[in-house]
């Protein structure tokens, strides 16, 4: 089945990534980091599959790690001295904070691959189309320019094989003399391809006022509902981060405080909202299904 959340109204998708995105940055709880991290690597498992699950554990996890090894080597901070490297202290306090910040990391880059397979080009035209066309424009050639790059540079590098010119075959000089040639070739069809499109939107009167444009998106009773509940959670969390309901102190020594566990419940929510309307909207299809 599709992604359920995918289906809403751009604005939708576009609020809820904002909110989760920078939630995960500004909070370094640990309750709050697992939940954004179980939240995202769920969602983007959903999305992706297998292949995604294969990406984290190549990419994802050792980059993880490796913030959370080096934070301790430059942060000195803390009280708690649990050895030396090169006579500078490594302190407990300092991993524990290493450990969190490769968490936030790994979970926003999850949040970030969500976002490119929810957030299509059409979507990011519709909403920013008429407030900023250039901007929107640009963003929809980047958001674009990766999965075409890869396909290009594949077709390019079979045909370069064909003559003879693989990056694998011959002495280092001519590999790194064919790799060169097919790195031209690729950043002369990108920049072919951009001026292209920026001319073929221009001579379609792209950005212009008063140009009317189709769009398949309607704001109906489902996505006011959607945006209802999305603008209660949003605001409950801040209010809980205003009013210091939870909170974490890594420096000089630990200190975690969660006056109201209530709100865990809520981010919990906002997290995993994705993930929840699949899992209804499979439910419901199995109960049609049993029903024909």
């Known amino acids: 089945m599709k992604d359920t959340f995918a289906t809403y109204h751009p604005i ?14 500004l909070f370094l709880h640990p309750i709050f980091l697992a939940i954004t991290i179980a939240g995202s690597l769920t969602y983007s498992i959903s999305l992706n599959g297998r292949k995604g699950l294969r990406q984290i554990a190549i ?10 090894l080096i934070n ?23 991993i524990y904070y290493g450990i969190a910040v490769g968490i936030m990391f790994g979970s926003v880059i999850l949040w970030f691959s969500c976002f490119y397979s929810v ?4 979507k990011l035209t519709y909403l920013f189309g008429r407030v900023a066309p250039s901007l929107s424009l640009i963003l929809s050639m980047v958001l674009r320019f990766v999965p075409r790059f890869k396909t290009q540079l ?43 499109t920026a001319d073929s939107m221009k001579s379609r009167g792209y950005g212009l006022p008063g140009r009317t444009s189709f769009s398949i998106y309607r704001f109906d009773a489902r996505d006011k509902i959607a945006l209802l509940v999305l603008i209660i959670l949003i605001v409950l969390i801040s209010y809980g981060a205003l009013m210091d309901w939870y909170q974490i102190q890594y420096f ?15 981010y919990f929510a906002l997290c995993f909202a994705p993930t929840f309307l699949n ?5 419901k299809w199995k109960r049609l299904k049993s029903k024909i």
């Not at 000195?76 to 407990?92: D, E």
């Not at 899992?279 to 439910?283: D, H, K, N, Q």
């Open 59 to 68: 990419y994802l996890v050792p980059m993880m790690i490796l913030a959370a």
């Open 119 to 122: 957030f299509t080009t059409d």
């Open 12 to 25: 939708i998708n576009f609020i809820y990534f904002c909110a989760v995105i920078v939630l995960s940055m």
């Open 154 to 196: 594949r077709i390019i590098t079979n045909g370069q094989k064909c003559l003879g010119r693989n990056v694998t075959d011959g002495t280092v000089g001519q590999r790194v003399k064919n790799g060169i040639k097919i790195l031209s070739i690729m950043i002369s069809w990108a920049l072919e391809n951009s001026i292209e």
């Open 279 to 283: 899992i209804w909207e499979a439910i």
């Open 252 to 266: 000089p020594s630990i200190k975690v405080k969660y006056d109201k566990p209530a709100i865990f419940a809520i």
């Open 72 to 94: 301790p080597l430059f942060n000195h901070r803390g009280v708690t001295i649990i050895g030396y490297f090169n006579n500078n202290p490594i302190t407990l306090e300092s």
